[in-house]
């Protein structure tokens, strides 16, 4: 597969993808290593890198001849492989092929995982940083099968932070309640009014006079 220099659109979008390695590598700790690779002819380089203390490379380092190979099998994303660095630490990996609108291949992603890390290191930085003793979830997510549960979770995660704001009068909490949902942009989802006001026990009339009033305020 033949590397060619990339236009300004291809590298417009590798340097938005810097961010999904940064996050990546948030994800998984520091164990893990993210590597954004740029195939442009002039420059077959990395772009961005996360972690690079895996494989003790930083930006500018060339593309690797594995990787290369990965990029010539021509899979979108490669089998996991194992491979070593040369001062013999096993990584597990994975490799990305980035493509344009066009199809064409410009860049590659690449995840190297420190095998030889400490297991209880390793798991550690699969934890979200805390501040205290205790593991706490302390955002729900519901995972919805349909848009009519994500609405129905998000009244009920709205409702419940209302309900225990004791600064909140009960009788404006109706209200504070509708005036969150607009903020999140509910009511742009069909048939949301309605579900809004059967949670709430409040008509639908209520619901549009609230929001009428957000609208004249905004």
């Known amino acids: 597969m033949e590397i060619k220099k990339l236009t300004k659109s291809d590298l417009d979008i590798l340097h938005s993808m810097k961010n999904v390695v940064d996050g990546i590598a948030r994800m998984y700790g520091e164990h893990t290593e993210v590597v954004l690779h740029s195939l442009d002819a002039e420059s077959p380089a990395i772009i961005k890198i996360a972690n690079g203390h895996v494989t003790e490379r930083g930006e500018g380092a060339p593309i690797t001849n594995l990787a290369l190979m990965k990029l010539k099998e021509g899979k979108d994303v490669s089998d996991s492989y194992l491979t070593k660095t040369q001062c013999g630490k096993t ?70 932070e209302v309900w225990q704001n004791e600064a909140i009068a009960p009788s404006k909490r109706n209200r504070e309640v509708v005036t969150r949902l607009h903020g999140l942009g509910v009511f742009k989802i069909k048939d949301a009014v309605l579900m809004v006001a059967n949670q709430l026990g409040i008509s639908r009339d209520t619901i549009y006079l609230y929001l009428r009033e957000l609208g004249n305020n905004g």
Not at 125 to 153: M, Y
Request: one cysteine or more.
């Open 91 to 160: 990584l597990h990996s994975i490799t990305t092929i980035v493509r344009n609108p066009k199809n064409k291949p410009i860049g590659l992603l690449c995840i190297n995982v420190d095998m030889d890390a400490p297991i209880q290191s390793f798991l550690k930085t699969l934890l979200p940083p805390r501040t205290d003793n205790e593991l706490e979830i302390t955002s729900p997510e519901t995972f919805a099968r349909n848009i009519d549960e994500t609405i129905e979770s998000t009244i009920d995660s709205v409702q419940t």
